[in-house]
């Protein structure tokens, strides 16, 4: 998929011609405009989201990519249901780098030991369908590890949800580790879009 923050929407508006219908963002106010903007792609959320933003999100996005905590989800349920649209979500795991390497990133995410808890407290919201796991690799030298490790957590969740078997992984910077560890969506930006300026 396609990540157009800080893009225009005239190169979102491109992508989704070019069949790349699939388009992230990570801020909300920068996101509702280009959803307003190119209605034809289908919109997912993938950077941290304050609670009091779940309203303005369940509007536009069809899929939330980086849900991390309980009170997070019983919000976008309650947003959910107010405009009547079904959310597609992705559990965000914060991603530790390799043993030794220190402590966890601070891009956001449950740890991994608290996943399979959320998924379970999401089974009561039937406006949320769990679809699988994101994470962000703390440091290009140790995506490998790190996506093995989100593969690993994965294996885990299908056991219990077969649903939810997506793997939101890989950016231009790891793609070909997010590959090569079985990711189903690349989030990628740059790498498509040209640098930015
Ligand atoms: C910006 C962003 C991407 C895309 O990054 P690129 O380096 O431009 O490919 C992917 N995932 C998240 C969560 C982002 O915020």
Known sequence: MGVTKT???TDAQLLVELGV???GENRDQEARGKAE?????RWHFVGQLQRNKTNSVAA??????SVDRPELVAALERSAVRHRRELEVLIQ???DSEPGLGV???RGGVVPAQVLSLARYMESCSWLRLRGL???APRQDSANYAFSQLRALSKELCSQYPDARWISAGMSSDLEEAVSQGATHLRIGGALLGKRV
């Open 7 to 9: 893009y225009s929407a």
């Open 21 to 23: 219908v699939d388009l």
């Open 37 to 41: 903007a190119v209605p034809a792609a």
């Open 60 to 65: 536009y996005a069809s899929v939330v990519q």
């Open 93 to 95: 795991v914060n991603l």
């Open 104 to 106: 966890l990133g601070p």
């Open 134 to 136: 994101m994470g962000v």
